[in-house]
């Protein structure tokens, strides 16, 4: 009976790192839409032809970095990882203001340059 235990503790263990593993994974993974999507609407002109989106493209660089440092990382510890995604969000939510900066600053561009909701990313 207490090869049992043992076994039931483990796999609860097992399932719980499981857990953590997926939603880490899913993390990354919406911080990385955001990331494309920002970079995206960001690079449609020549940076050089507009010097407002050099700002937004180095942010999105920036955020493209931080994102695979997070996904080659093997979760073993959470406590930086999650450091990563508070980084990564604080990324995401300065890039989403200046993007509205620059949308606002320049009515006239024939298309907006970004257009991204506030996202808090779910821990």
């Known amino acids: ?5 043992l076994y039931s503790n483990a796999a609860d263990a097992a399932r719980a790192h499981w857990d953590t593993c997926i939603a880490a994974a899913k993390v990354a993974g919406d911080a990385k839409l955001c990331a494309e999507k920002l970079f995206r609407e960001t690079s449609n002109e020549v ?15 920036e955020l493209y970095a931080l994102l695979s440092r997070v996904g080659n990382k093997a979760i ?5 990882i999650k450091l990563e995604i508070m980084s990564i969000e604080m990324a ?3 890039a989403s203001r200046q993007a509205r ?3 606002q600053a320049d009515p006239v561009a024939s298309t907006p340059i970004v257009v991204v909701p506030e996202v808090k990313i779910s821990r």
């Open 92 to 94: 995401y939510a300065n």
């Open 101 to 103: 900066r620059v949308v």
């Open 76 to 80: 073993i510890n959470n406590d930086q």
């Open 1 to 5: 009976m207490h090869a049992q235990a």
């Open 47 to 61: 940076p050089d032809r507009n010097p407002q989106k050099l700002a937004l493209l180095k942010m999105a660089q």
